[in-house]
């Protein structure tokens, strides 16, 4: 047992080093501003931001921990647009799942929620992800009986600092499986997020405890709605059949000041030119070919594309730890159309923009949080890798769970005599 103990303390603590000066030189780097793309450039971090990034030879300071990352691509780190990572372990566990939420007091309609409580930094999933290149991510609840699932939080997958942005944004599932939830029809999902958002903007005075209130909505439930209306929490609506989210564009043309982001949006490209006309930007799958479900006939490998072609900012997000598979999406993404630029900007800088953070993350820019990776090739091409991961200026250890396990039984002489005498504990 103290082995055990030993060996999982070393774990914890073997995630990252201490933040230093690092000199990464030689790459082409793709900075997804203003700088646009570099080749054999060079990047000084220091104390956690980038300080200086430039195409021209430059000279590296004394005390730099030099990276040659020459024939390499050098990107910011990637962005989970809409996640679950820090509150699922494993999904069908008998004990708590902080991705999902029974019935409580505090609230009504499910504003209230905050997962940036839950979030757990030691997830074997983070490690899983974080060495994918992901870096940071949108984690939000993913299974309630509210009409809103909650406020959503941004978080560093580094193992040591969980919560980036807390109350980073609010959830509302408008597909007909939402509407299960509120009288088992659109009819009445609307009709009761209007009205839940009318008495949110009605209320000026929020009851105290001895006040009796009979509305719709907690007062704790007002306090994030009333973010909501103003436009400082956006409003993340899960929507995939075209009417649906012709109702999404609706409600935005009739609340102007509340931050629409439209999510799933399998059938978005039916809608395209509308979604851009109303500036609202989308979080997709862009995996989606066939229907899962009736909302999602129109299911096609070209939504990206047709999205970005009318103008439409586009993220890629799976609601499910696996966004570790991204690149690989916003890849076939690119294949069925999607412009390179945008299918990088998809992992980057757009979720940044959508997360309120675009001064912080997305980017490869002076000033901007030292979140950066190293590929061995072009990160969207399913056989490049992630070689060497940096989050927050410290260098990421290149392991996880998974890689442990496979390296336990890579030695093992499979061509060899197999049998029980021969096997040899790793």
Not at 106 to 121: E, F, H, Q, R
Not at 247 to 265: C, D, G, T, Y
Not at 285 to 304: I, K, M, R, S, V
Not at 339 to 368: H, K, N, V
Request: proline content about 4%; charged content about 20%.
């Amino acid at each position: 047992m103290k082995t055990l103990a030993l060996l999982a303390l070393s774990t914890l603590m073997s995630t990252t080093v201490l933040a230093q000066n690092i000199a990464i030189t030689g790459g082409k780097v793709i900075t997804m501003g203003e700088n646009g793309t570099l080749h054999k450039a060079t990047i000084l971090i220091e104390d956690g931001t980038i300080q200086q990034v430039s195409g021209d030879d430059i000279e590296i300071p004394e005390g730099y921990q030099v990276i040659d990352a020459s024939g390499k691509t050098v990107t910011p780190g990637l962005i989970g647009a809409f996640t679950s990572l820090g509150l699922v372990e494993v999904s069908s566990s008998a004990g708590v799942v902080d991705a999902t939420v029974d019935p409580t007091p505090i609230t009504k309609t499910g504003a209230a929620l905050d997962v940036s409580y839950a979030v757990n930094p030691d997830s074997s999933l983070m490690g899983v992800t974080r060495i994918e290149g992901m870096t940071a991510a949108a984690t939000g609840i993913t299974y309630t009986d509210f009409l809103f699932s909650g406020q959503g939080a941004v978080i560093s997958l580094s193992g040591d600092e969980p919560v980036l942005k807390s109350q980073a944004f609010v959830t509302v599932d408008v597909t007909g499986s939402g509407s299960e939830h509120t009288g088992g029809s659109r009819a009445a999902l609307w009709v009761t997020i209007e009205q839940a958002l009318a008495e949110a903007d009605a209320v000026t005075t929020l009851p105290g405890p001895d006040t009796a209130w009979h509305g719709l909505n907690t007062p704790n439930d007002i306090s994030a709605l009333k973010k909501v209306l103003s436009g400082d929490l956006p409003l993340f609506m899960k929507a995939d059949r075209a009417s649906d989210i012709r109702q999404v564009i609706a409600f935005k043309e009739r609340h102007s000041m509340i931050n629409v982001v439209l999510i799933h949006a399998v059938e978005a490209w039916r809608v395209a030119d509308a979604l851009a006309e109303a500036d609202i930007p989308v979080i997709i799958d862009p995996e989606y070919n066939l229907p899962g479900n009736f909302d999602q006939l129109g299911a096609t490998l070209a939504n990206a594309a047709r999205l970005e072609q009318a103008g439409v900012s586009v993220a890629i997000g799976m609601d499910t730890h696996n966004i570790r598979l991204a690149t690989q999406h916003a890849g076939n993404a690119v294949a069925s159309g999607l412009s390179y630029d945008a299918g990088i900007a998809s992992l980057t800088r757009t979720p940044a923009q959508i997360l309120g953070m675009e001064d912080t993350l997305g980017q490869i820019g002076t000033g901007y949080r030292a979140d950066v990776v190293i590929w061995s090739g072009d990160p969207l091409e399913v056989t490049e890798v992630a070689e060497q991961v940096i989050i927050n200026g410290s260098l990421i250890d290149m392991e996880s769970r998974q890689s442990r396990l496979r390296e336990r039984y890579v030695g093992m002489d499979a061509a060899s005599d197999t049998s029980a005498s021969h096997y040899v504990r790793p």
